[in-house]
């Protein structure tokens, strides 16, 4: 029987079981052997409980962030305890298969290798590793983490067995890594016939990369892998080879979808000279005549894209004015009724789309209708984008859209009798209402909300006005955002658009989304990072705009405070002694890391909400740095934005900034096509 490489002989080969196919895994032991390499000066040779922890956190995040792409690379901790953690799906799963089998690997590995610093498990379409450093390209890892199974059955011409499979690898290598293909995938898969008369005679084949890999590195990876098979297990129908980074599959009986395979190149056809001289001519005679008949399919290629553009625009424009559709719409009389004919003395709040108004059905609900203003010059397509967004969104921590009527185009919401965050928070007389448990639960359930308008719900959408005006509270105190006036939705892949024009309040608009108009979720997190800050401190983060004698702004006193590790002097003076400081430090700390001046030093929602979640990450959470916006001089009324761009550095006024923006709590919008 074939033998493994003496260097394998030091791994700890565990057969696991998955729900639905075999695995193998492979425990490092960190320690090197005389035929090792030597290890990475960053691993340690004994776990620990924080290290561990950290590893079974990131495995519980890891299907629903590797699902929707097939990759994902995450992280968490700080030192020795830190720990990466990677899931790949394999190139042909969908999105839903991907998950189903990441949740079934991580519940498996997650008893396995628990002493181990670094290991690597293989399912049969998913592919898990962690290890205390994200330095994995190396000798050291891929020589102790190589594994190799085969076949037990043998092929009948093992020569042109080997020799097709040698020329099979080196094309499907050459796709995976090839920086002019789909790097992205870092996935190939393709066939050769190795004997034509054999029913059996031709060959499958599969590799793939992690996609943390540049191009070189997964080339180097592939072509580590490729000579194992032949040197241990020579002669047979076919096996895997596998180490920390990469894989290859061979196979004579198919297992994974033949559409994904690339033609293979045809073989020239020898002729005689004679024949060559015709074929030439004929090709010139070809030549000619494609010429002429290429230019006129261009043509009908570019009226028939022109036609396709056009009716896009069209079903896309009877898409939007049916957005409606599947809501229950209801007749202007009865809101009439409800709302005692719009009485003024029933009307909550009004703003630039014009106003809203409480209201009360026959069976004894009570409702908030919002009506477009006859003098609104900005509202109706806000309104319009709203019913689109608020029919598709649907969560316990987003307002819910109870109807429509398209008479008088009314919005009708359900009804939030504690008013909006702002009304309360920034109110002597009513901030002690809040006290910090219901504060850290409003603090939780508008990352809630974030987490599912990024990532959970059927579109991806950026809220782009959040602020505590914005965020409305139930009997309970529950949190729930409100107005997708502003709001945009992303499709498939997109996660970052720039506009011509930002809209949304000074203050709580993210640096890079007020100078270049570029908005992410990213944004969204910057704004949650300012409602943070404004909840523990209970004071308007854009108060210093409009109060000449302020010195410091409310960012620049929370950044010291935390410095110094004491929020007494910044912490809402409503909440007394008796909040508990850690936690306090905790969430502010989570908000000036969503206020970094870099958005990819941001914490998405999911990370937020984690932190949030879990009592021990306060110890494993990144330092943050200065927050943006963030200014110290003495006498300053206008804040020094420190966000980097083409405009010389200095305080600008409102009259000077780039983009429309608002100074109060009022929101200004540029009406712009989504």
Request: aromatic content about 6%; overall charge neutral; charged content about 20%.
């Amino acid at each position: 029987m074939p033998t493994m490489p003496s260097h394998a002989l030091a791994l700890v080969l565990l057969l696991l079981a998955a729900s639905k196919a075999a695995s193998q895994g492979v425990c490092i032991d960190p320690r090197p052997s005389s035929a090792a390499a030597p290890a990475p000066p960053t691993s340690n040779t004994t776990n620990s409980s924080a290290f561990r922890t950290n590893v079974l956190t990131l495995l519980n995040a890891l299907p629903q962030a590797v699902a929707p792409t097939g990759f994902a690379s995450l992280s968490l901790g700080t030192g020795r305890d830190r720990a990466f953690v990677r899931g790949l799906c394999r190139g042909d799963t969908t999105p839903s298969q991907c998950l189903a089998d990441m949740q079934a690997s991580v519940i498996d590995l997650r008893g396995r290798c628990a002493s181990n610093r670094s290991a690597a498990a293989y399912y049969d379409k998913a592919y898990i590793t962690f290890a205390d450093t994200n330095d994995t390209i190396n000798l050291y890892y891929e020589k102790r983490s190589l594994n190799a199974l085969y076949d037990v059955l043998t092929v009948s011409d093992p020569e042109s067995f080997d020799r097709t499979y040698n020329v099979l690898m080196k094309r499907l290598v050459a796709r995976a890594a090839s920086e002019g293909g789909n790097t992205s995938a870092m996935f190939a898969t393709g066939e050769a016939v190795y004997a034509p008369s054999d029913p059996k005679g031709t060959m499958y084949g599969l590799v793939q990369c992690m996609r943390d890999l540049s191009a070189s590195q997964c080339d180097w990876c592939l072509q580590s892998l490729v000579p194992v098979l032949p040197t241990c297990c020579y002669g047979y129908q076919g096996g895997v080879a596998r180490n920390f980074n990469c894989l290859l599959r061979i196979q004579i009986y198919t297992f994974y979808d033949l559409a994904l395979d690339a033609p293979p190149p045809a073989a020239p056809t020898p002729g005689s000279p004679d024949e060559t001289r015709r074929n030439t001519r004929l090709q010139h005679v070809i030549l000619a005549v494609a010429i002429s008949v290429g230019t006129l399919f261009v043509l009908v290629v570019v009226l028939a894209c022109v036609r396709r553009q056009r009716k896009r625009i069209k079903a896309d424009k009877e898409q939007q004015d049916n957005a409606g559709e599947g809501l229950n719409y209801i007749s202007l009389q009865v809101l009439r009724v409800a709302t005692s004919n719009f009485s003024i003395n029933n009307k909550l709040g009004e703003g630039g789309f014009g106003e809203v108004f409480k209201g009360e059905m026959q069976d004894g609900m009570k409702i908030a209708v919002k009506r477009l203003s006859k003098d609104s010059v900005q509202g109706f397509g806000e309104l319009k984008n709203e019913l689109v967004l608020a029919n598709k969104l649907k969560h316990k921590n987003l307002v819910q859209l109870l109807g429509v009527c398209l008479q008088e185009k009314l919005l009708v919401y359900e009804y939030m009798p504690n008013g909006s965050l702002d009304t309360i928070i920034f109110n002597s007389e009513k901030a002690h209402q809040l006290d910090w448990m219901k504060r850290s639960m409003i603090i939780s359930g508008i990352a809630r909300g974030l987490l599912y308008l990024h990532q959970e719900s059927r579109l991806k959408v950026i809220h782009r006005d959040l602020k505590p005006s914005n965020v409305l509270l139930d009997l309970d105190m529950n949190p729930k955002i409100s107005d997708f006036g502003l709001s945009r939705a992303f499709g498939g892949d997109q996660s970052m658009d720039v506009t011509k024009r930002a809209v949304g309040t000074l203050g709580y608009m993210a640096p890079e989304y007020a100078y270049h108009g570029q908005v992410s979720t990213k944004s969204d997190m910057y704004s949650f990072g300012v409602v943070v800050v404004e909840i523990v401190t209970g004071r308007r983060n854009n108060a210093s705009l409009d109060d000449d004698t302020a010195s410091r702004s409310l960012l620049s006193q929370v950044w010291e405070a935390w410095s110094a590790g004491s929020m007494e002097e910044v912490v809402d003076p409503s909440l007394g002694r008796g909040y508990p400081k850690n936690d306090v430090l905790k969430c502010v700390q989570i908000g000036l890391l969503c206020l970094q001046e870099d958005p990819s030093a941001r914490p998405a929602a999911w990370e937020v909400v984690l932190m949030l979640d879990s009592p021990s990450m306060s110890m494993t959470m990144r330092t943050p740095t200065r927050p943006a916006f963030c200014f110290t001089q003495p006498g300053v009324s206008n804040p020094t934005l420190s966000y980097q761009s083409s405009r010389p550095r200095g305080a600008i006024t409102s009259q000077q900034l780039p983009t429309p923006v608002s100074g109060n709590d009022v929101t200004i919008s540029d009406v712009e096509p989504r």
